[in-house]
């Protein structure tokens, strides 16, 4: 599996962008694609986490304004990123999973859980 990552860019506060991944190889592999953010100095985050079957799961901070979705015909995932901040400002990484199980809702949060990453792209909101 091979990832791209792109849609980022500059936005005002309030604004919407969306984000792509887009996924290539053995793409039935992949058990859960995610997004992540880094800000310098500071660990990766993650921001969101698409299950095969549909189940997703979302950072407290953009609950209700992030949504993350794929289109099968596409092989893309996509992030929905609206209301955006500043503090949402960082650079955004696609991650897909391929362990058939232990996919708990504490387990999509760790970077070491996935196996191949995107390159990332840059999110910036300014206020």
């Known amino acids: 599996v091979q990832l791209q990552a792109s849609g980022g860019g500059l936005v005002q506060a309030g604004g919407s962008l969306r984000l792509a991944c887009a996924t290539s190889?053995?793409?039935?592999?992949?058990?859960?694609v995610s997004w992540f953010r880094q800000t310098p100095g500071k660990e990766r985050e993650f921001v969101a986490a698409?299950?095969?079957?549909?189940?997703?799961s979302y950072e407290d901070s953009v609950k209700g304004r992030f949504t993350i979705s794929s289109d099968k015909a596409k092989n893309t995932v996509y992030l929905q990123m609206n209301g955006l901040k500043p503090e949402d400002t960082a650079v955004y990484y696609c991650?897909?999973?391929?362990?058939?199980?232990?996919?708990?809702?504490?387990?999509?949060?760790?970077?070491?859980?996935?196996?191949?990453w995107g390159q990332g792209t840059q999110v910036t909101v300014s206020s």
């Open positions: 991650a897909a999973g391929l362990k058939t199980t232990g996919w708990s809702t504490s387990a999509f949060c760790g970077a070491y859980e996935y196996d191949v």
């Open positions: 190889g053995h793409t039935f592999s992949w058990r859960v």
């Open positions: 698409l299950r095969t079957g549909g189940f997703t």
